[in-house]
């Protein structure tokens, strides 16, 4: 009888492949990583079936079998319920197990193949033009040269992003290569291990013989030479032994020491290294307040008396902790974490911004010490990897990390918390478009545990799941200490510009209130959620804009890298002196983003110390973290920053917040315009105030009456969300029901709206269980070089309307290979 096993290859909508496993090697369990063969290519994949067991795969009828090529683990490299969560997730989001199961695996840990191309006899003597004569030339060096790096270097201009001008240079290659011009070979690359060692020196049974007669009469009956002699010395002191980089920086050579190992009295090896982020980021804890024992409030001190029991009890529930700025949320996490931890239940810790990462994940090293690890992209590829080899051997208690530490391998959950649940950063972009926030519920329920999501302005889902009892609602209404909530002043901007023009861009009021601040000691944060220091540059002579190639956008100008910038696709070209279309020497700024808020205040109030935290200034790693605690150490007086500032940070100087345009957002073509509007303003005017002098927040809008900027100015949450909520049962969105988006793209605009209305045509014939939307141009219609149409599945039922686009799909895969399946997406555009 063969023996079988299904596994998940890192291929998106790729449903789960069977393999034979051949006898000379061992049975992989579920969760092992095999090597296989995909087509020409050789992958690393998960094992999800595994033979022997009761789910184990049948053979299917007819089909031809491919043998493993190799077992990579022993034992099982995955946890099972980590495999059963991305399998959750494959079928939600309707990505492929494969996908899901990538997003659960750490960097580094995959072994796959490569296609190196390289010229023939017969191709040197030939005389090829067009492509292949292009591929031709660049192989003419000799050297065997990477497919992908040819398909990259001579896809058509204009292609960024777009598969199909890289898919006619492999065609070309497979062309070449059937003539005899180019032949292929494959090679692997990657490995199954990623650990970092060190080369270790230690002693010998002689040369610590050596080393006590050197200490005892300083006559070894071996000749050594001084470098040697302190070599002996030094590691007599350290029997474990010592790293040569150690030795070397002790004036200790690695020439003394290998002729030390040649005379039999050292020992060399290596020795593995665990990569630790908390030694690169140092200085979080400058973000933290001082710490003691706190008294807690009487809402916090029922709150934990409602959640408390639930960590230990073993069995699933979900609780809403719906708290106003400043109202104490952390302090319940880090409590409920110490009743995990002394019931020996883990806990797991998400945040949406890898700015938070470090001033949380040190709360709570602050706590429970060196058992925290930390999960987030910010870190290096090795220190993901060594944090996530400490979590799967069991040496840590709290796991603190961004949206994919969901999958972490966290054995005994009993507490998991998504600080900030309402956030848009927990929806990933990128197949699998997972939402971590209901990943977490789904893996507390399967570990029967706590989940608590926290948030002073909570997603109307969430919030609706508590109205609606599927969520227990837990509301802290009022500030540790009792410290007052900022009195808020709308400025109406149309005002402004008619009193001192249409280039204003800080009131009179910020000003004022800026230089009052600043001339008492104290702090302010200035939002503007838009970065650049222009939105656009156009020219005054033929109107036009400089605009991406690849996007259906305006480049915005970056004056302080003189660079026009895509914030898609990050193209960039240095600013014109004159105007790429007419050649007229007239051009213009439109728009504004944070550098040209960063200079306004500079000009209005010469000496404040001024820092600006976006995406921009946080690039490099750890500047993020080290302008926050310059902030908080007082060396900088007013913070200007996009949503970076608004949520998670307590900084109790700060006691002016303003806020630019406070309506930038809320004209977007996405029914979550408004929702993100009020929850960024209701986040940021709560920074204000957190310390013994009361804040103030300065909303400047055009839009005064809309009724996001009035009830965030009110910080009334249910006002906002009975209006809210009107609206979306009105429009029929979520959460009055359930929402698929599916993306089409395609090369020309033409060929994404054909695609579309051939998927809109099959769902068509469904059974009038939910409403099918478009097809349609989407907002962004061009994007990194893609045109792009879309459709809308609206209903109550998710997984019909995820089974009938994919059904749509099934027989189309060359289609299939141009849709992005959306399922409850965040953003439309």
Known sequence: MPRLVSVAVPIPALDLLTYRVPDDLPLPPRGARVLVPLGRRTMTGCVVHAAGSESAPAAPEGAQLRDLYDVLDLEPFLPGEVVDLALWVADYYACGPGAAIAAAMPPRVGITSERLVEITPAGEAVAAGGLRGEILARLRSGKPVRAGALATALRPAGTRGRRRGARGVHVAIAALEQDGQVRTTQRLRGSALAHRTQRVAALTANGREVAEQLAASGDTGVRLGATQRAAVERLRAVPEGLPLAALAADGIRADAVRRLAEH???????????????LREPGAEALLQPTGERALTA??????????????????????????????????????????????????????????????????????GDRVAIQHSGLSD?????????????????????????????????LIVVDEEHDGSYKQEEIPR????????????????????????????????AVEHRYELVPLQRRVRDRPLADVRIVDMREEYAA?????????????????????GEQALVLLNRRGFATAVF??????????????????LHRAERRARCHYCNYALPVPKTCPQCAGPYLEQAGFGTERVEKEIHGCVPSARVGRLDRDAARRRGAALALLRRFATGEVDVLVGTQMIAKGHDFPNVTLVGVVSADVGLWFPDFRAAERTFQLLTQVVGRAGRGGARGDAIIQTLYPDHYSIRHACRQDYAAFFADELAYRKAMRYPPA???????VRGATGGEAMAGAAEIVRRLRRHDGRFRVLGPAVAPLGRLRGEHRAQLFLKGTHRRAMRAALVAALADLPELQRRVVIDVDPISVL
């Open 434 to 465: 997972y939402n971590a926030r209901d990943v977490a519920v789904v893996r507390a329920r399967q570990a029967r545990a706590l989940v608590v999501l926290g948030s002073a302005t909570p997603s109307m889902e969430s919030y609706q799941n």
């Open 299 to 368: 809402e916090q001190d029922d709150a934990l008396r409602r959640l408390g029991p639930r960590v230990t009890d073993g069995t699933f529930h979900a609780a809403l902790l719906h708290g106003v700025t400043g109202s104490g949320k952390t302090e319940i996490y880090v409590r409920l974490s110490e009743m995990a931890r002394a019931a020996q239940r883990t806990v797991l810790v998400l945040v949406p911004e890898i700015a938070l990462t470090p001033a949380v994940a040190a709360a709570f090293r602050q706590a429970f």
């Open 737 to 743: 029901l359930a929402l698929v988006n599916a993306v």
């Open 539 to 556: 020219c005054r002579q033929c109107g036009e804009a400089l605009e991406c190639p690849n996007c259906s956008v305006s480049l915005t």
């Open 382 to 414: 090795g220190e993901r990897h060594d944090q996530w080899r400490r979590i799967r051997r069991g040496e840590t208690d709290v796991v603190v990390g961004t949206r994919s530490a969901v999958f972490a391998p966290i054995g005994d959950l009993g």
């Open 264 to 278: 039999g009295l050292v020992r060399l090896f290596r020795m593995r290294v665990e990569r630790d982020p908390f």
């Open 500 to 520: 001192e023009g249409p280039d204003v861009v800080l009131s009179r009021a910020l000003r004022e209130g800026l230089a009052e601040r600043l001339a008492r």
